[in-house]
RNA sequence: GCCGCCAUCGUCUAGUGGCCUAGGACACUUGGUUCUCAUCCAAGAAAUCACGGGUUCAACUCCCGUUGGCGGUACCA
């Protein structure tokens, strides 16, 4: 039987990282199989519905990657058909009305059971434990019971991916497919991503929007990576994956079934991962979209492309998340705000007079600067004034970017330039006279 | 409460009866490299495999129970 997943997010609220698993695991299983990935989207809820989180869901699909086959399909649009599928369970004397809604008749002997698909587990539910429930509500719109079973079964849905807060309703659907005669697709139940805090991770969390995570300097191939392995290892045990190299090492029998935590902070080291990878010239890009995308879709005025060339190889193996490109480098084109507590930090005596030794030495230094003349030309005066080479060159960093890390301090101040250079350090001299 | 799922280092996990005095990754600690910070390299600490019973020559691995966590218990998904 052909294989086709779908990814089936209800627009109640932005597709979080929860769901970024959820879909992504639907289009390993339908991609590796050479099968079908779509997008259907369970808006039946009317006094739930966000405007504007089916484009956000989209948006954020396309940019990780996970592209569906397809147009959308939505549940709204078929509520005759629906309808159409509650009147044939009452005609057949499966389901009956009250209070104007429609509701399904449970049988109450025996048990349902399904085999999970994560874990081979198998589920099992005592059928009295069940009660009669609403499959078409008053307004008319089919509640996700109803909708479930009649879309999966048109759309031959198999295997049905979802979340694990499914499992409670498994004899639900079970018992509906089999009022319809039709067959009970495969079910693989996802288990439930957790915070720190070990409750289902949720908007209360830091289950930010997915589409967050990319304003916060994450990359799509790292958030997919991160996710992919929630919960899942391959079986060759690498843990850096493309996608392609997921679809095809994927299998559904390899995940866990315990619910994992969400850790960022190993999010952030693999992120780091992919930009370290990154070739200059995709780093330069990926910056430079970054700052485009954070700008609001314009590419701001500085840094310019050519700025962020400079400085890419610089700060490439120093950050872990696109946007600490900004406080690493803003000082490069914007001048420092000094702060007392800084230079203090530095614990170097007479530090205004040693500043002014260090503007006077770079007065005489002829032009161009040269990386190693410059060194050490200071690295002399450092033995000169009595202190270690390093501590001269914190001082001048200081100086020039009002930060005590920076990218390497030659290489910043071959892009600042020599005369912008000597006008901070000036700068700087006459803060240390004011306060 | 009831129903269901789950249970290996702080976290993600490997482990499918003997190879486990439990392996890897992140985080952490220490040392090396270094103009800061990172990177990189090396080393280290960290899990009585939740607990208690079985089964077996042998259990982290199988069974039962307990405890704990999570989910469900809506005319929400």
Redesign the pocket.
Known sequence: MKIKTRF???P?GALHIGGVRTALYAYLVAKKAGGVFSLRI????R??FVEGVTEDIIRTLKWLGLTFDGEPIF?SKRVDLYKEYAKKLIDCGKAYE????I?FKVNLSGKTAIT?L??G??????NS?Q?D??I????G?????L??VVDDHLMETNPVIR?????????KHVQLFEAFGWEIPPYA?L??I?G?????L?KRHGAKPASEFRTDGFLAEAILN?MA?????P?S?K?ILTLSEMVKEFDL???????????I??????N??YI?KFQISNFKFQILEYLKELAGGVAPDHPTEKEVEKVAP?VK????KLSDFIP?TDFLWEKPEYDKEIFDRLKINDLRLKMEKVAEKMEEMEKPWK?DIF?NTFRRLADEMGIK???I??L??VAISG??????????IDIIGEEETLKRIKAAIEFLQTT
């Open positions: 089936a997010p209800s109640t369970e808006d039946t809820d006094a739930r549940q009250k209070d104007g809604a509701w999970d994560v874990g587990r198998k589920i099992e539910f005592e434990t009660k429930f609403v078409l509500k008053s307004d719109y089919p509640t996700y019971h909708a479930h979340g694990a807060e499914w499992i409670s309703s498994i004899p139940h288990p439930i957790l720190v805090d070990r409750s289902k949720s991160y392995l929630l919960g899942w290892t079986s045990g843990e029998s390899d995940v866990n079934s315990a619910n994992p935590i969400f850790d902070t190993k999010l952030e080291w693999m780091g991962e370290r610089l193996d120093r950050i872990k690493l990386a060194e080479a390093g501590d060159f914190q001048i960093r930060q005590t890390v920076t990218p390497p301090l030659f290489e910043s």
